[in-house]
């Protein structure tokens, strides 16, 4: 198939053209054998005529031989005539027969009769007596020596003479009966005929031929025959015209053939014309279907499709290199959540034009789908060109009177013409671009190869924690809470541990592998089971669990939790999840769902980490939590004046609720005795327990009570 004529254009053009080139192909051929047959007809036409002509013009001559050759047989055998020429009165006798008559003879010219001695007897021309040896010269004295032994057959020639072409006819004068001694001489008569232009006249009339004329050498468009002398040697040649028959037919078919001609030409231009027309017009559907293809319809960017086939012809031909920004909006999904998809449209539309303006005009720009662009440069044209287009995004939008503002996150890649094609150019992009999502908003990484190194021991870990949920290697340990006031354990948290041989792994780190490879609900749920077993010994105690929420986006979450608190006869009411603002902040309806179907069965609810996130007063309201935990960094914060201030409006926030506080990561004596003054009625932390197995709870009880 590549072999093809025309191996890049679509099948449907190729069908176009070859069936263009076919008629012009076709009607080219027809064109050449019309000529061909005009030719050949015109030519053969004038060949026949010309071969008609030529047997004429041969036929007058020898009809003009066969004549005067008969007048001179008449003539020299003949009993009186040799008589009268062997008399006294021989002169007398040549002079009254021929000389005298050759005036007005219609059958020959001249007459001259030889004596057997080779002396001229009698010589007359027209009527006239002449010197035959200057009129024809040595040509007469041949004639005459062949005539000597002809017999009774004249020797017919043609000969040149002063007044032009001659025929002449010569015979011995002879008895026609009586016999004659031998060895006798004969007088010879030689009669002549001149070729005159009324002679060739007669001829043209008699034999239909044009112009005759006398030539010593024929020209070269004319047709000719030689005229010989008596030895057989060419003297001169009879020439005439050709009437050239086949110019006349042409020239009669002339008109019909131009016209013919013509119409050739228009049918062959209308099928050039179609053709030409109905190429261009697959070849704009094809470029139509092509742009469609490799556009997205909404930004009218390139689309996915697009960018990987000019990025990978770019790799292919640009040997400089090239940097490529992958870009996702931040908060791009709540627009779309809380304006609908019209607004997320338009807003799509106004971030790619605004992108747009700050790229340089060599860039490609892409779409790739959802809030995802792309965007490359040749390496080196624009350094600061991920900073500029995170700020530029950062900048409110105006849609329909709503100022909407969101991020963009960017991940580079900058290829020396090191990466191999567009998709590995694409992945790697997509990690640097994955890691920026991680790190917060509104950043830009750029791809390390120590990035693919994180990516790929991300991969083995998620494997080796995907094998250590399965083994029941993750363990639970317990972190003491303790009354503020009392100063008694209260209850514990429940904190996920894992321990492989090849030293701890935290749960900062396991948590988001968990959370990203879909083992968050294995774990969770294992987490929580083992937790309610270990504190069903302890009756008393309280038992947190954090819950990611990704697990609070699980449907059957809830159903689950329950389940599994009927199955052990665990107290819901002992049980509190904690949970963090992320989830409040995504999906708040689901997380609502959730949070409600539990709390009607006694569970409560925990705001983890409050403080170091959004902090956001309404959803502490809407969401009605039982308790907030204050993160461990405003627990640090307590050593400076503005810390504590911090501090202290929280918790005064949280009362204003009704929300009893926890505070986490107590560390000192300081901060547990300030953090009982700012009024929270349960502290956490390394000064008062670490995180520890059940069986160390249990004797920390024991101890608390005593
Ligand atoms: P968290 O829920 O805020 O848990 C408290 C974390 O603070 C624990 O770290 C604990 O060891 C640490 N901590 C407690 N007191 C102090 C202190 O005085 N100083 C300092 N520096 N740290 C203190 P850990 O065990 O590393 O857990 C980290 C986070 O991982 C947890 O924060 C929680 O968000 C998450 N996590 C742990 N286990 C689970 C689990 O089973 N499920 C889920 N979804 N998340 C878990
Ligand atoms: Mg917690
Ligand atoms: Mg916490």
């Known amino acids: 198939m590549s072999k093809s004529l025309f191996p890049k254009l679509p099948l449907r053009i190729r ?84 000389g005298r008559s050759t005036k007005d003879n219609p059958l020959f010219d001249a007459s001259i009769v030889v004596t057997p001695e080779q002396t001229i007897l009698s010589s007359y021309k027209k009527g006239e007596e002449f010197d035959p040896t200057d009129f024809f010269g040595s040509s007469l004295a041949d004639l005459i020596s062949h005539a000597k032994t002809s017999g009774r057959v004249p020797v017919v020639s043609f000969a040149r003479s002063v007044d032009g072409l001659a025929l002449m006819a010569a015979g011995a004068i002879q008895p026609y009966d009586q016999t004659v001694a031998s060895g006798t001489s004969f007088h010879t008569l030689v009669l002549v005929r001149l070729l005159s232009t009324d002679t060739l006249d007669e001829i043209e009339h008699t034999f239909d031929l044009d112009d005759l004329s006398v030539s010593v050498t024929p020209e070269p468009h004319m047709l000719s025959v030689p005229l010989n002398d008596a030895d057989g040697n060419t003297l001169t040649y009879l020439q005439w015209e050709s009437r050239d028959p086949g110019a006349m037919i042409y020239n009669r078919v002339s008109g019909y053939l131009l016209a013919a001609a013509l119409v050739l030409v228009a049918f062959l231009v209308a099928v050039l014309v179609t053709g030409i027309l109905s190429v261009r017009m697959l070849q704009r559907s094809t470029d139509r279907a092509r742009h469609r293809a490799t556009h997205d319809v909404l930004s009218g960017l390139l689309n996915r499709a697009g960018i990987l086939e000019q990025l990978d012809k770019a790799i292919a031909t640009d040997k400089a290199g090239l940097t490529l920004h992958l870009i996702d909006l931040d908060g791009f999904k709540g627009v779309n959540d809380a304006w609908g998809h019209a607004v997320g449209d338009e807003l799509i539309k106004l971030v790619a034009a605004r992108v747009q303006s700050y790229l340089p005009a060599n860039a490609l720009f892409a779409r790739l789908g959802g809030d995802e662009f792309a965007v490359a440069t040749p390496l080196d044209t624009t350094p600061d060109l991920a900073q500029t287009i995170v700020e530029c995004v950062a900048e409110p939008f105006m849609i329909g009177g709503r100022t909407i503002e969101i991020g963009a996150s960017i991940g580079t890649v900058i290829s020396e013409n090191d990466v191999p094609d567009a998709l590995e150019l694409l992945r790697r992009a997509d990690m640097a671009l994955y890691t920026a999502k991680e790190s917060g908003r509104g950043k830009a990484v750029t791809f390390t190869a120590a990035l693919d190194n994180d990516r790929h021991m991300a991969a083995e870990l998620e494997d080796r924690l995907r094998k250590a949920l399965e083994r029941g290697e993750v363990q639970v340990s317990y972190q003491p809470l303790f009354d503020a006031k009392a100063g008694r354990v209260v209850g514990v948290e429940a904190l996920a541990q894992w321990m492989p041989v090849t030293g701890r792994v935290s749960p900062e780190v396991f948590i988001p592998i968990a959370e990203r490879s879909g083992l968050i609900d294995q774990l969770g749920m294992q987490v929580l089971k083992a937790a309610i077993d270990q504190a069903r010994q302890w009756k008393t105690l309280a038992l947190s669990v954090n819950v990611s929420p990704i697990q609070l986006r699980n449907p059957n979450f809830p159903a689950d939790v329950i389940r599994l608190l009927e199955a052990t006869g665990f107290d819901p009411h002992r049980l509190t999840l904690e949970i963090t603002e992320g989830v409040l902040m995504s999906n708040p309806d689901q997380a609502r769902r959730a949070i409600e179907m539990l709390r009607n069965v006694g569970v409560k609810f925990a705001l983890d980490d409050f403080g170091c996130g959004y902090a956001s007063i309404g959803a502490l309201r809407t969401f009605g939590f039982d308790r907030m935990k204050i993160d461990r960094s405003l627990v640090s914060g307590l050593d400076n004046r503005e810390g504590s201030e911090v501090l202290t409006a929280t918790i005064s926030l949280a009362h204003a609720l009704n929300i009893p506080v926890t505070a986490e990561g107590v560390e000192t004596q300081e901060q547990a005795t300030a953090l009982k003054l700012s009024g929270c009625d349960q502290l956490q932390g390394f000064l008062l327990g670490r995180p520890m197995s059940g069986a160390d709870i249990t004797a920390l009880v024991r101890v608390s009570a005593a």
């Open 15 to 98: 069908i176009v053209i070859a069936a263009t080139a076919f008629f012009m192909a076709v009607a080219a051929i027809l064109a050449v054998l019309i000529a061909i047959s005009v030719r050949d007809m015109t030519n053969t036409a004038t060949s026949i005529d010309d071969a008609r002509a030529r047997h004429a013009a041969t036929a007058a001559i020898s009809a003009l031989q066969e004549h005067l050759s008969a007048t001179a047989r008449d003539n020299t055998v003949w009993d009186d005539g040799y008589e009268h020429i062997t008399s006294p009165e021989a002169k007398e006798f040549s002079d009254t027969t021929w």
